[in-house]
Each structure stands twice: as C-alpha cells, then as structure tokens.
T-cell receptor, first 111, second 114 residues
Framework: KNEVEQSPQNLTAQEGEFITINCSYSVGISALHWLQQHPGGGIVSLFM???GKKKHGRLIATINIQEKHSSLHITASHPRDSAVYICAVRSRETSGSRLTFGEGTQLTVNP | EPEVTQTPSHQVTQMGQEVILRCVPISNHLYFYWYRQILGQKVEFLVSFYNNEISEKSEIFDDQFSVERPDGSNFTLKIRSTKLEDSAMYFC????????????FGPGTRLLVL
C-alpha cells in the first residue's frame, strides 16, 4: 500500500467548476505539500501545511491531521489550471525532511 | 522571484558513461535535495544535503550516485556509470530551513540513457 494515496487519478472539468482533489496518507506527518506539475515537467510548490487551512487566490488547501486527509480545492476553474496536482508528505517517523509523493491527479479543465 | 535553476535541461548519454547534473540553488538557501521521476511514475526522493554533507538518502541512492557542492554555489548530482533504468527527470529542490519552509523545485533535467 502506498503511503500517500490521491483521488481521483484523472479529473476532467468544465471551466468555472469547483474542483476537489483528495489526499490520504498512512503515516504520521510533520507537513504536507501540494505541488503542481506542468505538462513540460516543471514542479511548482503550491502549499505547505501542517494544520488547518490555507488559501492563495483561487486555491484552498485543507488538512485534517486526525483523519490523515487533505484536500485541494480550486474555485472557478480555468483551462490554465490544467496540470498534474501532487500531494507529498514529510513523515514524522524519519528524522529528515524527505518528501514522499503521491501518484498525482491529472486535471483537465475544458473551456 | 528567486528560482532554482538546473543544467542541462536535457541530456542523452550512453550506458556506462558518467553524467553530472547541476543545480544553482536560491541564494540564501542551505538545504538541498535531489528527486527523480521515471516517466509515468511518481516523484521519488534521492538525497538531502546540508553543510557539505549528506543528511539523508534513499535506497535508490547507491554507490553509483554522489552529490557535492564544489564551489559554494552549484549543487551537483553525479551518476558514475549510468544504467538504462537511470533514465528519468531529475529535480533539484532547495529550502531555507530544515523543516519550516517549503521546498522550491528546479525545472528538472531530463536524462536519457541509451
């Protein structure tokens, strides 16, 4: 079983729709990251969170530590949001800061 | 906005050859990481580096791999004798602190071993 599971694997939406991507993890963590990977391969860090909720523009990330679950929401989605969204965790069970990654969610937003 | 840069963007090499992938971190960052992503698979941690030594490494990071910061600015990943299965995108990431800050990723180097 993967330490980090994301759902859905693929998501297609119409422009303007509200989007939710989910991440569940099985280990105790000190932080969770949401990352965006563009078609060319580059990775951009969107959020790092260890509790509660963060918002940046149309993006909102929440985390429930007790339930070991995080969600990434995109409001008023746009075709430029099309990318792979990756959840990654930093485990409390290792002393380092290595990230363990999920498989990613491929998001396609159609005009 | 400051960014992490990597060179080369693409490299094609023959099996058994040595390759060196280079990363220039954000200037005040002290913690450095290498990750790789085999085509169609998830990103995997290779190694973390601080104060001129390896802090942590994964099972993937065997004796064929090494890292160094040769001149105080570049951070390099060397693969001594490449194998076909080393073909992947290699990402450098850097952060300003060990645990409290996010990691900033470079654009990656796509390595193809023939």
């Amino acid at each position: 079983k993967n330490e980090v599971e994301q759902s859905p694997q693929n998501l297609t939406a119409q422009e303007g729709e509200f989007i939710t991507i989910n991440c569940s993890y099985s280990v105790g963590i000190s932080a969770l990251h949401w990352l965006q990977q563009h078609p060319g391969g580059g990775i951009v860090s969107l959020f790092m969170l260890s509790s509660g909720k963060k918002k940046h523009g149309r993006l909102i990330a929440t985390i429930n530590i007790q339930e070991k679950h995080s969600s990434l929401h995109i409001t008023a989605s746009h075709p430029r949001d099309s990318a792979v969204y990756i959840c990654a965790v930093r485990s409390r069970e290792t002393s380092g800061s290595r990230l363990t990654f999920g498989e990613g969610t491929q998001l396609t937003v159609n005009p | 906005e400051p960014e992490v840069t990597q060179t080369p963007s693409h490299q094609v090499t023959q099996m058994g050859q040595e390759v060196i992938l280079r990363c220039v971190p954000i200037s005040n960052h002290l913690y450095f990481y290498w990750y790789r992503q085999i085509l169609g698979q998830k990103v995997e941690f290779l190694v973390s580096f601080y104060n001129n030594e390896i802090s942590e490494k994964s099972e993937i990071f065997d004796d064929q791999f090494s890292v160094e910061r040769p001149d105080g600015s570049n951070f390099t990943l060397k693969i001594r004798s490449t194998k076909l299965e080393d073909s992947a995108m290699y990402f450098c990431a850097t952060s300003g602190s060990w645990l409290k800050e996010t990691q900033y990723f470079g654009p990656g180097t796509r390595l193809l071993v023939l």
